[in-house]
């Protein structure tokens, strides 16, 4: 397929701004820009899932730039029901940092920062270079904006858009940047790029967006209760993001296959078929873990994901690190072992059990481990000598609710 085919096939294109985008993609070197504020040190998956079509469009022959809003991330794009809460410029700082560092480590593109060029920029000059070749009419049909005038918005956010456009322009004059791509929540922003580059230097720029990857409730991809799913494996580890991945939804797992990795066609539509006539396998999810892993993190940190979460299902922990076993048992509950105490004593004090008496029901059932193995001696003594690497105990009660207890 050529490179539009592809990722039509895949689901990447929700919006173009011209036709001649298509048979620019397949028939031209297009220079073009992806960008994120620095809201935290570090991408999340829905993050991966954008900045991935660099890869991909590069594969292509084109010339990405990751754009990191050191500016504009000290502004924030306004959020559909209220004023997003301002970072401070130390943070902003930070994160700019951490993003860097990360987006050239796993991408190895190049990297800019717009506030090298806003930051000379004084208000006069914003309003009378800028601002007055934007038209107010114009801005309030935004979508993001139009949703806002109800509840209320404050010209710091109006002006956002204003920025990302500045910022099109911008690239397009020092990196001959041509084309902006980002997800379908910034169409209007980079409409504004397109419009201010017509109106002040007469060109023509483009712009696509991708629809945002969504699982089967509609929830944005990575996001579970609030928390982030993050590419820096020292904050959401390969085992945690192994889980995740192993753990999607059959009726969405092929719809990641085709937007996250970079298999064929042909190797997809041979994986949905053996997906879906052995479900219970879940082929398609362990193929999708693997591929983003290694993409994000390197065989090894798959390797060691798979083994980690072999282990845990098996009970057979002993093979692990301590580190690995804190990995996978991340989320659960966790007590502190001050001194010398028998099991049963243990086992109530840290309320894995209710009582004495259901404690000993479940050590007579053999429903408690103590790593990997069963135990029933209810007076057994507790010490570091048993602990793994003379650090931890790990207790299992039943088939999947595990403790972890540290030795001080």
């Not at 929700?14 to 991408?43: C, H, Q, R, V, W």
């Not at 009378?128 to 049909?141: H, P």
């Not at 720029?205 to 945002?212: A, I, S, V």
Request: hydrophobic letters at 35%.
């Amino acid at each position: 397929m050529n490179c539009f085919d592809d990722l039509k096939w895949r689901g990447l294109i929700k919006d173009i701004s011209s036709p001649e985008l298509e048979d620019k993609l397949n028939n031209e070197k297009l220079t073009f820009y992806i960008g994120t504020d620095p809201t935290a040190d570090s991408m999340h998956i829905g993050h991966f899932s954008s900045f991935l079509i660099a890869t991909r469009l590069a594969k292509y022959g084109h010339k990405p730039i990751l754009l990191v809003g050191g500016a504009t991330g000290l502004i924030g794009d306004p959020k559909p029901s209220k004023e997003r809460q301002m970072i401070t410029k130390e943070q902003v700082l930070k994160n700019v940092e951490g993003l860097t560092k990360q987006a050239k480590n796993i991408f190895g593109f190049e990297v800019v920062n717009n506030y090298d060029w806003i930051k000379n920029i004084n208000t006069i000059d914003f309003l009378r270079d800028y601002g007055k070749y934007i038209n107010v009419n114009y801005m309030l049909d935004k979508d993001i904006i139009s949703r806002r005038l109800e509840t209320g918005i404050t010209f710091c956010e109006f002006a956002y858009t204003i920025l990302q456009g500045l910022d099109f322009v911008n690239l397009y004059e020092t990196k001959g940047v041509t084309l902006e791509v980002a997800g379908s929540d910034q169409w209007g922003n980079i409409t504004t790029g397109i419009e201010l580059a017509r109106k002040k230097i007469g060109k023509e720029l483009y712009g696509m967006t991708m629809p945002l990857v969504l699982d089967s409730k509609g929830v944005k991809f990575g996001k579970t209760e609030g928390n982030a799913l993050w590419l820096d494996k020292n904050k959401t580890s390969s085992y945690e993001m192994y889980q995740y991945l192993i753990n999607a939804e059959d009726s969405s797992v092929i719809d990641y296959l085709k937007k996250l990795t970079f298999l064929t066609k042909e190797e997809i539509i041979d994986i949905e078929k053996k997906h879906m006539a052995s479900p219970e396998q879940r082929l398609a999810q362990k193929k999708l873990a693997k591929e983003v892993i290694t993409f994000l993190h390197g065989e090894k940190e798959y390797e060691k994901a798979v083994n980690i979460s072999q282990a845990l299902f098996s009970g057979d922990i002993t093979k692990l690190s301590v580190s690995e076993i804190k990995d996978g048992l991340k989320e659960v509950p966790t007590f502190t072992i001050d001194s010398d105490i028998t099991l049963i004593d243990l086992l109530v004090s840290n309320n894995i059990c209710s009582s004495r008496r259901e404690a000993r029901e479940f050590l007579k059932n053999n429903s408690i481990s103590l790593n990997g193995d069963k135990v029933n001696d209810e007076n057994l003594n507790i010490t570091k000598d048993i602990a793994i690497e003379n650090q931890i105990i790990v207790i299992r009660r039943g088939k999947k609710k595990y403790y972890l207890g540290i030795f001080k």
